[in-house]
């Protein structure tokens, strides 16, 4: 598995606990730093006075509190001996990689050492201009005691092919990165920018280093005539700090701890003369911030993660985003899945939609990185689609753009993953959150037209929307605001969608999950805001349903929630697929409140997924590990007697 982030740190504030489980599971991870993180070199003792800057110090002492927190993450001793080396990278630069083995688990750093702020020809340039400026360059230079004998300098061209050659170096299975789109955002007095790059809700490092890497793995997958086995995983940064905190307490705990290693203290002799960590960080100090990111732990797609349908013959077809392209595997008649069958499309986010035409025919829907270049015309996004020809046959050779509710280029990268869904008329529609944070819906007739991209009421929503259909044929759609589940429905079948009852009971931390019960109500299920309460709501069918809770309990781990529906609306009755505390997939089961485990790898990528569809027989939840391979658990299917 390889990260690869801006700054020392980027992984502990904001893929932490994914990195500290994936390791404990034995699996090894190298991480990429691409700046060193020099900022302006004050690695200030909060209380004491601050000391004189010094960029090359602080970059050798933030160095150092990352290998402190690896160690540890490792269950090594904090100031285990690492060894330095370098690798050579396209045109002769070098950089640091630093490796630590204990007890059969293994964690590599590489430092690129790319400068925060550096002058070029008299300019003032970073990351952002690297990306967005072909003619610029950026230093690099190593840090004090680092094995990397000389400075080198990137341009654009140069730091991707150095990206490209360590993918093909470590040929990982599982990327992770940043948020290469985040946020449009109003700075003022209540909302002060800090650091956030201008009208944006993150630093604009974090920004460039997933664009780098996006561009770098769009490269690296073009050239291959196979799917590539691969998927990412990508993570917001600042976003964390306007929206709900959803990590529980043991949770954040946890990420706290390593990050206390990482911030170290001026006090411990680590052995390093340059410092033996980044001190603001340090001594709990993250638990005061008033940023908050250590309580939060987003994905920038949190509807990614495979699509499981059953077709009319009781196969589990499975669909899901590999080497950033769309996979299928289907089930073989001695009850295994097949090979993955490469769909194309890319370079295409993780998360995709999957809807069922009247014929019975599949229709995927995905986000596509359109334009991955430095210019702001050139760097885009749009909504794709997929046909299928025929019910469990072939799909057409090419894809079909639906574009995006945002005409701009530079507000198209604002548009989220799509959720689909066909309503009784047959009519399939298709939903995205928009640069404004509300949803713009399109929707494909029975005669094969599209409508252009409208703009639902109200708004102000996080990424991940999720959609069904009740049993009087009505269309829910729902997803996570500030304070509550955000609503919208049909008031009759074939009519548009307009805003429906919201559900106030309890604010939730990640996004919710829709499924249909067997009796036609809704079922919408969210985890609880700052905790491992899951909440379970239960909307009646029709235009006059009344929400009710049907459970609110306790289950261990954070992330989104994956309904199983078809299923009794009793809380005994339910299903639903869980990332553990430890990053593996896990079911709760309704029937005597356990949480039981899945037959998935240890480490889950994405959310699981439940089959449906015609013949959709005994519940089962599908799960994708590292390996990139769909394991299909059955669970139970009879329900039990009122």
Request: hydrophobic share 35%; net charge positive.
């Amino acid at each position: 598995m390889m990260q690869f982030v801006a700054h020392p740190d980027d992984d502990l504030f904001f893929m932490n606990p994914d990195t500290a489980d994936t390791l404990s599971s034995g699996v090894p991870v190298t991480t990429v730093y691409l700046t060193d993180g020099g900022s302006f070199g004050v690695n200030a003792v909060p209380g004491r006075p601050k000391p004189r800057p010094d960029v090359p110090a602080y970059v050798s002492a933030r160095q150092q509190g990352l290998r402190q927190a690896y160690a540890q993450m490792l269950g090594a001793p904090l100031f285990s001996t690492w060894e330095r080396t370098t690798l050579r990278l396209p045109g002769g630069r070098e950089v640091e990689l630093d490796r630590l083995e204990y007890q059969g688990r293994s964690a590599e750093l590489i430092f690129l050492n790319l400068r925060m702020h550096a002058r070029n020809d008299g300019r003032p340039v970073n990351m952002a201009h690297l990306w967005a400026t072909p003619d610029v360059s950026l230093p690099a230079r190593p840090a004090p005691g680092s094995p990397v004998g000389a400075p080198f300098s990137y341009r654009r061209a140069d730091l991707i092919d150095a990206l490209v050659s360590l993918l093909r170096r470590y040929r990982p299975t599982l990327i992770r990165t940043l948020d290469p789109d985040p946020d449009s955002q109003v700075h003022d007095r209540l909302h002060p920018r800090a650091s956030d790059q201008p009208g944006y809700s993150d630093h604009p490092d974090h920004t460039a280093a997933a664009l780098f890497t996006w561009a770098a793995l769009a490269r690296w997958a073009g050239h291959s005539t196979r799917i590539p086995l691969f998927q990412t995983e990508t993570y917001r940064g600042y976003y964390n700090e306007r929206w709900p905190k959803n990590l529980p307490p043991e949770t954040v705990a946890l990420k706290t701890w390593h990050l206390n290693a990482y911030g170290g203290d001026a006090s411990w002799e680590c052995g390093n003369p340059s410092g033996c960590g980044d001190y603001s960080i340090g001594g709990d100090r993250v638990l005061t911030s008033k940023r908050g990111w250590v309580r939060s732990t987003h994905r920038r797609y949190p509807t990614a993660g495979p699509k499981a349908v059953t077709g009319a013959d009781g196969r589990t077809v499975v669909y899901g985003v590999l080497g950033t392209r769309l996979a299928r595997w289907t089930a073989t008649t001695t009850g295994g899945l097949g090979a993955p069958e490469d769909l194309g499309g890319g370079p295409l986010a993780p998360a995709i939609a999957v809807a069922t035409a009247p014929d019975g025919s599949r229709l995927i829907f995905a986000l596509r990185f359109s334009g991955l270049a430095g210019s702001v015309s050139g760097n885009t996004r749009e909504i794709v689609m997929l046909r299928q020809r025929t019910p469990g046959g072939d799909f057409d050779t090419g894809w079909h753009s639906l574009g995006s509710p945002e005409t701009e280029p530079r507000r198209s990268r604002l548009t989220g993953p799509p959720a689909a869904v066909t309503g009784p008329d047959g009519r399939v529609h298709v939903f995205v959150r928009n640069g404004r944070k509300g949803v713009s819906t399109r929707v494909l007739d029975g005669d094969g037209n599209w409508s252009g991209w409208r703009r639902l009421p109200g708004g102000h929503i996080q990424e991940g929307l999720t959609a069904t259909v009740d049993g009087d044929g009505l269309i829910h759609l729902f997803a996570s605001s500030s304070g509550w589940v955000e609503h919208w429905a049909q008031r009759k079948p074939s009519a548009g969608l307009r805003k429906g009852s919201r559900r106030f009971v309890a604010q939730p931390g990640d996004v919710p999950d829709a499924v249909t019960a067997s009796d036609g109500s809704v079922l919408v299920g969210y985890r609880q805001a700052a905790g491992d309460r899951v909440m379970v709501e239960r909307l009646g069918s029709g235009k006059a349903g009344r929400w009710a809770t049907v459970t609110a309990v306790p289950v261990p781990g954070y992330g989104r929630v994956g309904l199983v529906g078809g299923r009794d609306a009793r809380a005994e009755e339910l299903l639903m697929a869980v990332r553990a505390g430890t990053g593996a997939a896990q079911v709760y089961d309704g029937r005597g409140g356990r949480v039981v485990m899945t037959g998935a790898p240890s480490v889950m990528v994405g959310t699981a997924g439940t089959p449906g569809g015609p013949g959709s027989g005994p519940a089962a939840v599908v799960t994708l590990g590292l390996g990139g391979v769909p394991v299909v658990t059955q669970l139970r299917s009879e329900p039990e007697s009122a």
